[in-house]
């Protein structure tokens, strides 16, 4: 759970790591609106159109944010995930810093192959880094630590989100449920 990482921590960051590991859940009001705006996403990503994608990651974004009356991010969708021989770059958050947006940036396509990314795997960064957005601007978190709960509230937005499967139909229509490398 914490291990070395957590121990070299100062005292208040250890404070922030416990609290974000406490919190388990975020709940999304109205989720039926949130419907259509998945779909949205999905036949974007299914259209490989850079833009598409990000305007139906915007929507999303917008959507979510616009629920829990947080302040809007500015998502970019980019091309190939940038690597090294070791891993891929899935996302990334930029705070805003009080002077602009926050920036989420996510990779549509696989490092080695250049495929797009399985629409599960792109849903799932999204939200992932919304979920920093969202540790900072809801919970109030002075950081926003990998925690067992940072990956339980992401879980519980996709759950939320994915509740008629659509991830999976879209998957199993294009030949898989893994990034296809």
């Known amino acids: 759970m914490r291990y070395a990482y957590y121990a070299k ?13 406490d919190i388990a859940k975020l709940t999304l009001r109205n989720r039926a609106a949130f419907g259509p705006l998945v779909e949205d996403l999905a036949a974007a ?13 915007q929507a999303l974004a917008d959507a979510i944010n616009a629920g829990y ?7 970019k969708v ?8 070791a891993s891929e770059l899935h996302g990334l958050y930029e705070t805003g810093d009080g002077r602009a947006r926050a920036i989420v940036r996510v990779w549509m396509r ?31 978190l002075d950081d926003s630590f990998h925690t ?33 490398r």
């Open 45 to 57: 990503l299914e259209s490989e159109q850079r833009a598409a994608i990000e305007r139906a990651s």
């Open 110 to 140: 696989t490092a080695y192959h250049k495929r797009v990314v399985a629409f599960r795997t792109f849903l799932r960064t999204l939200l992932h880094e919304l979920c920093h957005h969202l540790d900072y601007e809801l919970l109030k």
């Open 78 to 85: 980019l091309s190939t995930r940038p690597s090294t021989r």
């Open 9 to 21: 921590l100062k005292p208040r960051q250890k404070a922030v790591y416990r609290r974000s590991d």
């Open 148 to 180: 067992e709960g940072f990956f339980k509230r992401e879980s519980s937005l996709f759950k939320q989100l994915d509740a008629a499967g659509v991830s999976r139909r879209r998957d199993e229509a294009s030949g898989g449920g893994r990034d296809r």
């Open 69 to 75: 009356d947080v302040p809007r991010v500015r998502v």
